[in-house]
């Protein structure tokens, strides 16, 4: 995938959503992986011809495990003219070896989140941006569906009343696949994350199962997407569609 195309799929999740407006500044959460980093360029490359002026920042909150190198990320943000931000935290410690829990991605993600969110305010951001893509999208539905009996997934604008900040989802319309590609395209500098829990979750269950259904049913993925868009689920913002 081209970055042009990377910014055809991003503003149109932006403008059908209403993500972005005059004078936003918005927190983007690099995690280190392809997904963060492509949502970097996205953002980026939009911010230069968005009719809507708006600021980025890059974030990373570093959990604390050894060997994560952020050097090559550094050098990006520098290259992009992105200031970038590194949170030193313990989470890594806490979940792994103080309270050794038995399913960590959960409460990891819910200490990472609320650091990352703190981190935002106190550079003056009102945004927050999640690299979250159309595989996600599905995923989260199935997962919903599997373990909590519902249809459901996550909303592409969501404002957290209690810290006062609006999360964003601008790679939704954005295939997984065509993130891989960007990624080897462009040369990311991908961080490998050193967690133990990495690739070994409930979220990696969801997205094997539809690569299975997938590759069976040619097609299912872009039409249980197109039925979560289309569903009208609680909690999602008006859709504006086919705005250009």
């Keep these: 995938m081209k970055l042009q195309q990377l910014l055809s799929y991003t503003r149109r999740a932006v403008d059908e959503y209403q993500m972005i407006g005059e004078g936003d500044r918005i927190a983007v959460g690099i995690s280190g992986g392809k997904d963060s980093l492509t949502l970097l ?6 911010k ?3 009719p809507k002026h708006f600021e980025i920042e890059a974030i990373t909150v570093n959990l604390g495990f050894p060997g994560f190198d952020l050097s090559a990320i550094r050098a990006l943000c520098d290259e992009l003219g992105v200031r970038y931000t590194v949170v030193d935290t313990e989470i ?3 979940i792994f070896e103080d309270r050794r829990e038995s399913n960590p991605c959960s409460l990891c993600a819910k200490m990472r ?3 990352f969110n703190q981190a935002a305010k106190e550079l003056g951001c009102n945004k927050v941006a999640y690299a979250h893509h159309k ?5 989260t539905m199935l997962l919903s569906l599997i ?3 519902r249809f459901h997934s996550f909303s592409p604008r969501t404002y957290l009343d209690r810290m006062d900040l609006t999360v964003i989802r601008p790679m939704m319309f954005v295939d997984e696949a065509d993130v891989i590609g960007f990624k080897n395209k462009y040369a990311l500098p991908v961080a490998k994350s050193p967690c133990p829990a990495d690739g070994h ?3 990696e269950y969801a997205k094997n199962l539809l690569r299975q259904l997938n590759r069976e049913h040619p097609g299912c993925k872009e039409r249980m997407f197109t039925a979560i868009i289309s569903g009208n689920l609680e909690g999602w ?3 504006i569609p086919h705005v250009r």
């Design 237 to 239: 913002p008006e859709r």
């Design 147 to 149: 373990f909590e009996g």
């Design 48 to 50: 230069r011809f968005y």
């Design 201 to 203: 979750t409930k979220r």
């Design 113 to 115: 989140k609320g650091s």
């Design 135 to 139: 595989d996600d999208v599905v995923e």
């Design 41 to 46: 360029y996205a953002l980026h490359g939009l």
């Design 92 to 94: 890594g410690k806490i």
